[in-house]
């Protein structure tokens, strides 16, 4: 189809592409699958049929260039749980299991705070989004509140989904206002980078303190009215938080846009381990990561899906911020961006291009009572002794303790063997002497009886 890649949705001209990468492999997944099953048992493979990604049911309205007729998996998992209007997910994401809630929600629920999400519409149909969504504007053809993609749909649930009876997935945000700028996902009309840049306007002007944009610029392009976009919202004092993108299974750095605006903080995608998902693109411009895989959300109409991607991982910060703008009103976009960046679990005393400053904790972020610089820093370096923790010297020979042990063992086996020594000679002194007596009354007795044997004839 013109204008989509098996990355995800590429609308025509220089357009943002979907960080999800839902779509990219479902295909594949499902007919490594058959192919592993018939190859055990030995069924010739020459004529089997081949596998649809997605159950037709459950695939969306064509999004495709028009006179058209493919249609993209966008959004849609290979499993036929997700189906738009299906069922919730009962149990506790992994995502949201690695936080303590109560104590996290103790301090911020991000009442108050506007999060834009720009995006292919949020449908707010979903009862976890009904009283989440209050605003936004639609760039393409199609209601802001309509979501024929499903992708806008997930990003707003992982920020600010309300609580659910049934189900353990929540929103990061459970009390945030989300505004919901469709500026691509038309059925008629695709979005471009023009969109992108009109959203962006309309979220700042509508307010809204953190932007999400869980997209990018098609060929990893820079452009000039989006970022002249990007740094008006950034002076203005928002924060724009990006994905970093899903191109970096090699490992090699490029960079990404908007991600890789100045101001804007790039998220890369972490899995369980808290790594790097292998995915998720690398480069000096990413600034933090966030759970990326088998992240539930909510989609159209009702129900839940699983979906990988930095697409998720975005939001999943984005929440985060949110929380803190509520804490801490007064914080510039900076230095909230800091205190994630900041609290971020890490291997090392500062950043890398995998992870940035690491994967962000979301408890530490609120727990943390100082008042963050504009950017972040290295940690110090760990002096011995620090901490309460004395090392251990390290030397070539013995301690004076292990002398000391070392004596104390050669004077007590030397002590036993002495008193083994003087046991034995006394025994030994003892049978020699039994011994003696015993030899002296033989040879008395044999001379006694050999003058007995003399006789008087002589």
């Known amino acids: 189809m013109k204008g989509l890649d098996v990355k995800g949705l590429n609308v025509k001209d220089r357009t943002a592409r979907s960080r999800s990468r839902i779509g990219r492999n479902s295909g594949t997944r499902a007919l490594q699958r058959v192919l592993g099953v018939l190859a055990v048992t030995g069924v010739c493979l020459a004529s089997a049929p081949p596998v649809s990604a997605t159950p037709a049911a459950s695939r969306p309205t064509d999004t495709g260039a ?20 299906g069922d919730v997910i009962k149990s506790t994401p992994w995502s949201l299991q690695r936080i303590l809630l109560d104590q996290l929600w103790a301090q911020a629920k991000g009442k108050g705070v506007k999060v834009g999400v720009i995006d292919t519409g949020v449908d707010a149909s979903n009862q976890q989004l009904r009283s989440a969504v209050a605003g936004g504007k639609t760039f393409v053809d199609g209601a802001a509140d309509k979501d024929i993609e499903g992708h806008g749909t997930r990003v707003a649930g992982i920020i600010a989904a309300r609580p659910l009876k049934g189900t353990g997935f929540v929103g990061i945000a459970p009390e945030a206002t989300v505004l919901s700028y469709r500026y691509t996902g038309g059925k ?4 471009n980078s023009g969109t992108m ?35 008006a919202a950034v002076a203005s004092g928002a924060l724009i938080i990006a994905a970093a993108g899903n191109d970096g299974a090699d490992g090699k750095s490029a960079d990404t846009y908007p991600a890789s605006y100045p101001g804007v903080l790039a998220v890369a995608a972490s899995d369980r381990n808290d790594e790097r998902a292998f995915f998720s693109q690398a480069g000096d411009f990413v600034d933090v990561a966030a759970p990326g895989v088998g992240m539930v959300s909510t989609v159209p109409t009702d129900g839940q899906c699983t979906a990988d991607g930095t697409s998720f991982a975005a939001p999943y910060v984005a929440g985060v911020a949110a929380l803190l703008k509520e804490k801490y009103p007064d914080w ?18 500062g950043p890398n291009r995998y ?37 251990m010297a390290v030397t070539m020979g013995e301690t004076e303790a292990e002398r000391e042990r070392r004596v104390a063992i050669y004077v007590l ?34 001379g006694r009886s050999g003058r007995a044997g003399q006789g008087p004839g002589r």
Do not use: H, M
């Not at 510039?332 to 005393?349: C, K, L, M, Y």
């Not at 049978?431 to 008395?444: E, I, N």
């Open 66 to 85: 028009p006179g058209s007729d493919e249609s993209p998996d966008f959004g849609l998992a290979d499993s036929t749980e997700c189906v738009f209007g």
């Open 188 to 191: 008629e009309k695709q979005g």
């Open 197 to 231: 840049t009109s959203a962006i306007k309309a979220a700042v002007a509508a307010g809204a303190k953190i932007i999400n944009i869980s997209s990018d610029t098609a060929n990893r392009k820079d452009n000039g009215p989006l970022r002249d976009a990007v740094a």
């Open 332 to 349: 510039s976009a900076a230095q909230i961006a800091t205190r994630i960046q900041e609290t971020a679990q890490r291997p090392g005393r």
């Open 355 to 391: 992870i940035g400053w690491g994967v962000v904790d979301p408890v530490a972020a609120l727990s943390d009572g100082s008042t963050p610089a504009e950017s972040p820093k290295p940690d110090p370096p760990v002096e011995a002794g620090s901490g309460g923790v004395v090392p």
């Open 413 to 446: 086996g030397t002590g036993l063997a002495l008193a083994l020594v003087v046991a034995g000679s006394g025994v030994a002194v003892r049978d020699w002497r039994s011994r003696r007596v015993a030899t002296s009354g033989r040879s008395g007795a044999s």
